[in-house]
């Protein structure tokens, strides 16, 4: 009876536990980078020698990179895995800062990260 209990329990927590975050596409925009996510994302912003990096815990999505085209210069991006977490890491020859705005949108979120110098 406990074993039957403890099962329920697992198949209920799972039915309201909610998806893992996965980055579905990512993509120039005019002044910056646009991110689509499954759902609504949460990113923990750092400067690490000299680069942008944002750290999205428990997440999943296709490792890629690519080059920006601002005002203020180019700007490198890739994302990349690091044990179940993904990282966003933007390079650019001066200092970085971002601005991260997102919404839902046809059932997914997307996000904006408006690029600037620091």
């Given at each position: 009876?406990?074993?039957?209990?403890?099962?329920?329990?697992?198949?209920?927590?799972?039915?309201?536990?909610?998806?893992?975050?996965?980055?579905?596409?990512?993509?120039?925009?005019?002044?910056?980078?646009?991110?689509?996510?499954?759902?609504?994302?949460?990113?923990?912003?750092?400067?690490?020698d000299?680069?942008?990096?944002?750290?999205?815990?428990?997440?999943?999505?296709?490792?890629?990179?690519?080059?920006?085209?601002?005002?203020?210069?180019?700007?490198?991006w890739?994302?990349?895995?690091?044990?179940?977490?993904?990282?966003?890491?933007?390079?650019?020859?001066?200092?970085?800062?971002?601005?991260?705005?997102?919404?839902?949108?046809?059932?997914?979120?997307?996000?904006?990260?408006?690029?600037?110098?620091?």
């Amino acid at each position: 009876m406990l074993l039957i209990a403890f099962l329920v329990g697992v198949m209920l927590g799972r039915l309201f536990d909610p998806p893992r975050l996965r980055i579905e596409d990512a993509e120039p925009w005019e002044q910056g980078l646009q991110l689509w996510f499954n759902r609504e994302p949460q990113a923990l912003a750092e400067h690490v020698d000299g680069a942008l990096l944002y750290r999205f815990d428990d997440a999943y999505g296709r490792v890629r990179d690519g080059q920006l085209s601002l005002p203020m210069g180019l700007v490198n991006w890739r994302i990349e895995r690091d044990g179940r977490d993904l990282l966003l890491i933007l390079i650019s020859p001066r200092p970085l800062d971002g601005e991260w705005r997102g919404a839902p949108e046809d059932g997914r979120w997307r996000v904006r990260l408006a690029l600037r110098p620091e």
